[in-house]
């Protein structure tokens, strides 16, 4: 149980970081990266050895750490991401496999290397890792929030972070590179992903619980109040006691379709009220019925927080 919350507490503390909501502000002492790893080592040890033992998976963890100089760190957001560099390294070993993370000081910067012996990525897969929400995993299983959450937080360090080597059946070498810089940090702004100021509420209608789970956690990352329900009668019921500048809905929906919804809820608000559906996994929704059922914006799943922040963005002009 305690991994599990562990798990979801870093999972929260990276869509905060994404949506920009966490103080960023790096700290004021130094921090000995070799302790962090250390520690993140030890934090991580109940993904690489307990829950890989029980499925089976061997896998051999060590760290080979160079003497690093201390440098001024958010520490909680480089174990995080550290956390969830190790989670993929893990996820990424079939049967067994070794990781390692190595550090190294090369002009003025501190090297952070993790190696796995994993299954190793694709070029397209390599491509896109650092997009929000982009995942090989299946919907259950990966969010794809690791990998930007650990793009952004080194960002905030002046950082780099990238894929120095990857090869299928062989592993993958993440490096990061963080600078030690002499003089005092400067305030690094957070990355807020702008959101229209108008948008204030969101009612968001999907009868299958994991994408709720999602949309609250995209409206959270994007700083957006919104109320979630799993069928048309009940979103009907929402819309008459309170106000939505937004409602967003699934479309295959037993009992009533998200199509149906879109009618009642035009009857009822002259058209006014916004609507944007989503569509299937890879499906396309024609111009025509949208047209037909008032619908101005079509949200496609995958969701891609990019993509949904500017459909929310337009629906708002
Ligand atoms: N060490 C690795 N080896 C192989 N593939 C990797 C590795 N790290 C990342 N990837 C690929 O990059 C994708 C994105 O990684 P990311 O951590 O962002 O998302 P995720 O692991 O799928 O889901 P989440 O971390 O949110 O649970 C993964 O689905 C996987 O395909
Ligand atoms: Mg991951």
């Known amino acids: 149980v305690s991994t599990e919350s562990g798990e979801c507490q870093s999972r929260v503390k990276l869509l905060q970081h994404f949506g920009g909501k966490t103080s960023n502000r790096t700290k004021s002492y130094s ?64 049967k067994e496999g070794k990781i390692k993370i190595e550090t190294e000081i090369l002009n003025n910067n501190v090297i952070i290397r993790i190696i796995d012996t994993g299954k190793g990525m694709d070029e397209e897969t390599r491509s896109r890792i650092f997009q929000p929400f982009f995942s090989t995993k299946g919907f259950e299983s990966g969010r794809g929030m690791g990998m930007s959450g650990a793009y952004s937080i080194i960002k905030e360090h002046n950082g780099e972070i990238y894929v120095k080597e990857t090869l299928p059946d062989k592993g993958t070498t993440i490096e990061i590179s963080l600078p ?20 204030t509420k969101i009612l968001w209608v999907d009868d299958d619980p994991l994408i709720r789970n999602l949309a609250s956690e995209i409206l959270e990352s994007l700083g957006i109040e919104g109320d979630l329900t799993d069928s048309g009668l009940k979103a009907l019921k929402l819309l008459e006691g309170k106000q939505y500048d937004l409602v967003i809905t699934d479309i295959g929906m037993p009992g009533m379709s998200g199509w149906e919804l879109c009618d009642i809820i035009n009857e009822k608000h002259n058209s006014k009220m916004k609507i944007a559906v989503v569509s299937g996994w890879g499906a396309e929704v024609d111009e025509e019925t949208m047209e037909q059922h008032g619908v101005s914006y079509v949200v496609e799943k995958p969701f891609k927080i990019k993509q949904l922040q500017e459909r929310i963005n337009k629906a708002m002009q």
């Open 31 to 94: 921090e000995n990266i070799n302790k962090i790893i250390n520690e993140v080592s030890d934090q991580s040890q109940p993904l690489w050895k307990n829950s890989a033992e029980k499925k089976g998976i061997s896998i051999t963890f060590e760290t080979d750490l160079e003497k690093t100089e201390n440098i001024k760190v958010n520490d909680t957001g480089i174990k995080s991401a550290l956390y969830n560099l190790i989670k993929n390294s893990v996820e990424a070993i079939v």
């Open 180 to 199: 030690i810089s002499l003089e005092d940090e400067k305030k690094v702004e957070p990355q807020k992903i702008p959101i229209s100021k108008d948008i």
